[in-house]
């Protein structure tokens, strides 16, 4: 299949090209004039990552052990102290990371669509909603980057797929690009499996493509395959040494990789006798009196966690994951976070060495529910398929941009804390009400409401145009022509990873109240939107291509394809 042919002179590709550095120019600014609020009483959340960052900037690795020391990933902290070091405001940081991820995709995906639909794109996603929207990009957290991140992460992916018949040397390269952007990617969350489907399944395609089409460069090719995961190891192992060698645990994080996390694991684990009607509770009174009774180490904590309200609810019982904070919220009282991390370490394998003893002599009984993560409750297979038509009415929900904008908000914390924390980011007038501000607000809203607006219509379009480029590919495929398979394994992809992300998201914020879901729920969705994009981008163009196709077809014309390798 061959590109939609747009024909246009060389002078008005200049044109493009000056308009385009001008747009990204305002776009620029725009970043620089957003403001961004300082929460740093969220102390496990914005204020930690500061934290993190701050200290790596004067060499003490992540800063003096406690129990919110490793209970975070380290992209983002490793970002923002990168522009600290720079000397680049945090906002122009964003902006640069904005750009990058924008211009990824879409060089990554020029083998195969059309330069003048791509320029497009790239306004589309350089303007996305999510750069926008105050919970996501007007806080020093880790969600203003992640939807920068999953452009990275997949553009690398995409890009080599897409290169798999090019020379070894133009392989590698896009291979070390995907090695770097999935590992800014994996450690940006602690829930960043989600990508491995997408990821293994584009890594399976290329090997087959190569044992099939290029056996003799079997060897270099797979090669390409390996260097990416071989990158993210690296990165993984020089955290954990350096989480050693500070903290005394070769580990990514003490609260999902490690034995803490294994012991969450076992206590969601537990089968409750006496289920109770509020299905938010992952771990009850009644499961933690059975833990209790097996574990004589973990029975240590038994009176304080009794005794703590925290994160408790009316009925006593704590909801969702806010098990998994009281924990080491109470491991700390008893002094397990103390200097360095052996002490929790410690505490954790004896609790999960007898907890595992009582489940091997039936003291206690497993659940017989599938555990995805350590840190979420575990599902039945009913439980797991109830969840998917939720989580396609999410992503439908998330493709509309409802909640994306930019709105009024205030600095949380003390006037020394903020100061700080702007003076880190050097952000330095940044966070003024003055009326370029407003300007830059009130442009910012107006360009969400755009999106707002064409979103259903462009909806629409992007389903009927994957729909009628699967037909059109299966028809094709009876007479062995498999050149729609390219886009359509990326589009159906990005589709599933987006659906996937989903699930995981309804799974997680299954404990929210209502009100607190309809706050926070675009704030964890982050990465669905650059999906989104992806996937819409390519589907309108291929509907467009298809179009263009039939048309020329009855008209007697030539007809436009997408481009063959």
């Not at 989600?194 to 056996?215: E, K, M, N, Q, Y």
């Not at 992503?395 to 009024?408: A, H, P, Q, R, T």
């Not at 037909?471 to 659906?499: D, H, P, Q, Y």
Request: proline share 2%; glycine share 4%.
């Amino acid at each position: 299949m061959e590109k939609l042919k747009i024909e246009i002179s060389e002078k008005s590709e200049k044109i493009i090209l000056i308009l385009l550095i001008l747009i990204t120019f305002i776009r620029v600014i725009m970043w620089f004039f957003t403001p961004i609020y300082i929460y740093s009483v969220e102390k496990a959340d914005d204020g930690i990552l500061y934290e993190y960052a701050n200290q790596i900037t004067s060499g003490n690795w992540l800063g003096t052990y406690d129990q919110l020391r490793l209970c975070k990933a380290i992209s983002f902290s490793f970002f923002e102290a990168i522009c600290n070091k720079l000397m680049i405001p945090y906002t122009i940081g964003l902006a640069i990371l904005n750009i990058l991820s924008a211009l990824l995709i879409c060089k990554a995906l020029s083998p195969k669509i059309n330069k003048k639909w791509l320029f497009l794109c790239y306004i589309v996603i350089l303007f996305s909603p999510t750069g926008f929207t105050t919970l996501i990009s007007q806080r020093n957290y880790r969600n203003a980057i992640i939807p920068f991140a999953v452009l990275l992460a997949f553009g690398g992916y995409i890009g080599l797929f897409l290169r798999r018949n090019q020379n070894v040397k133009n392989l590698y390269l896009w291979s070390i690009i995907s090695g770097i952007s999935l590992s800014f990617f994996w450690f940006l969350k602690e829930d960043s499996i989600w990508i491995a489907p997408f990821v293994g399944t584009i890594s399976l395609l290329i090997l087959i493509w190569i044992i099939i089409f290029d056996r003799k460069n079997l060897l270099k090719k797979s090669i390409s395959l390996i260097i990416p995961i071989a990158i993210c190891l690296i990165f993984g192992l020089l955290i954990c040494f350096m989480n050693n060698k500070y903290y005394g645990i070769f580990d990514l994080n003490d609260k999902s990789n490690s034995d803490f996390g294994k012991m969450m694991t076992n206590l969601f684990s537990i089968e409750d006798d006496k289920p109770i009607q509020d299905k938010t509770i992952w771990v009850t009174q009644n499961m933690m009196e059975k833990a209790y009774n097996v574990s004589p180490t973990l029975s240590e904590l038994k009176q304080d966690m009794e005794v703590c309200k925290a994160y408790t609810n009316k009925d006593d019982e704590v909801p969702g994951d806010y098990i998994v904070w009281k924990i080491r919220y109470i491991m700390s009282v008893h002094g397990y976070y103390d200097e360095n991390a052996v002490k929790s370490k410690e505490f954790c394998e004896k609790v999960n060495r007898e907890l595992e003893d009582a489940f091997n002599n039936g003291t206690l009984i497993k659940d017989r529910k599938i555990h995805i993560a350590s840190q979420i409750k575990g599902l039945t297979y009913i439980e797991i398929w109830n969840l998917m038509p939720k989580s396609v009415d999410w992503l439908w929900d998330f493709s509309k941009y409802d909640d994306c904008g930019i709105v009024e908000s205030k600095n949380s914390g003390t006037i020394d804390e903020i100061n700080e924390v702007q003076k880190f980011l050097r952000l330095g007038q940044n966070n003024s009400n003055n009326n370029f501000s407003i300007v830059v607000k009130n442009a910012s809203n107006i360009i969400v409401n755009i999106y707002k607006t064409l979103a259903v219509p462009t909806n629409i379009l992007a389903i009927i145009g994957y729909i009628a480029f699967t037909v059109c590919m299966l028809a094709e495929m009876k007479n062995r022509n498999f050149e729609k398979l390219n886009l359509w394994f990326i589009m159906t992809g990005v589709f599933l990873s987006s659906i996937v992300l989903c699930f995981e998201l309804n799974l997680f914020l299954s404990f929210f109240e209502e009100k607190m879901l309809i706050t926070y729920r675009t704030f964890y969705a982050a990465g669905v939107f650059p999906l989104i994009e992806i996937f819409k981008g390519i589907s309108i163009y291929v509907f467009i291509c298809l179009l263009i196709n039939f048309i020329k077809k009855y008209s007697k014309k030539d007809e436009i394809e997408i481009k063959s390798e």
